[in-house]
């Protein structure tokens, strides 16, 4: 889970990076603290924003983003957190079943992206509800048929764009109706060869 939340002013962030012991590292744009209690990783901003991750809970997430403000004050900021929102919700999940990556970019043009050269895996992107699977390819050598190799995923899928752990269900179980739907058309595929 990613939340985010604001902490009412502005941030020095090479005087948190200073003043917090190697608890903090500068990044490009941000500090990135790293927290032990609750175990997560914040990114804190110049303006006062604070993205927090590596909860499982937006509970814990707004725990690590309290931890973070009680982190400034100590160090002399005066700073609240407020406006706290859980923004990404990122699961995972085994569907199962293997998953051919190239016949599902074929059955769906509409809703998938894959282009290995840019990206390794292949964007379903679903509608009800709007979720983004992300199914990573490995090429499998099928030399035994000749040249051409085949690629497929092993069913382990990430799920991400929600801000509901809810739809990631959802979405898990449309997964099966796709695998049939993609399983009837594979089958009408090897009729027709």
């Given at each position: 889970?990613?939340?985010?939340?604001?902490?009412?002013?502005?941030?020095?962030?090479?005087?948190?990076?200073?003043?917090?012991?190697?608890?903090?590292?500068?990044?490009?744009?941000?500090?990135?603290?790293?927290?032990?209690?609750?175990?997560?990783?914040?990114?804190?901003f110049?303006?006062?924003?604070?993205?927090?991750?590596?909860?499982?809970?937006?509970?814990?997430?707004?725990?690590?983003?309290?931890?973070?403000?009680?982190?400034?004050?100590?160090i002399?900021f005066?700073?609240?957190?407020?406006?706290?929102?859980?923004?990404?919700?990122?699961?995972?999940?085994?569907?199962?079943?293997?998953?051919l990556?190239?016949?599902?970019?074929?059955?769906?043009?509409?809703?998938?992206?894959y282009?290995?050269?840019?990206?390794?895996?292949?964007?379903?992107?679903?509608?009800?509800?709007?979720?983004?699977?992300?199914?990573?390819?490995?090429?499998?050598?099928?030399?035994?048929?000749?040249?051409?190799?085949?690629?497929?995923?092993?069913?382990?899928?990430?799920?991400?764009?929600?801000?509901?752990?809810?739809?990631?269900?959802?979405?898990?179980?449309?997964?099966?109706?796709v695998r049939?739907s993609?399983?009837?058309?594979?089958?009408?595929?090897?009729?027709?060869?």
């Open positions: 889970m990613v939340g985010s939340g604001r902490l009412g002013n502005k941030i020095v962030l090479q005087d948190v990076v200073n003043k917090t012991n190697k608890r903090a590292e500068m990044r490009k744009n941000c500090v990135l603290l790293k927290l032990t209690h609750p175990k997560s990783s914040a990114m804190l110049p303006s006062g924003k604070v993205v927090c991750t590596g909860q499982s809970t937006e509970e814990g997430l707004k725990a690590a983003a309290q931890k973070v403000a009680q982190l400034l004050k100590h002399d005066h700073v609240s957190l407020s406006d706290f929102q859980l923004e990404n919700v990122i699961g995972r999940a085994d569907a199962g079943f293997r998953i990556v190239e016949e599902l970019a074929l059955r769906y043009p509409d809703v998938t992206t282009e290995p050269e840019l990206y390794p895996a292949l964007v379903f992107r679903m509608a009800k509800p709007k979720v983004h699977i992300l199914i990573f390819a490995r090429y499998i050598n099928a030399s035994s048929r000749g040249p051409m190799h085949h690629v497929h995923a092993s069913g382990k899928v990430v799920f991400t764009g929600s801000k509901e752990t809810r739809h990631l269900r959802d979405a898990c179980a449309n997964i099966s109706i049939l993609t399983l009837n058309w594979m089958l009408a595929l090897y009729d027709r060869s």
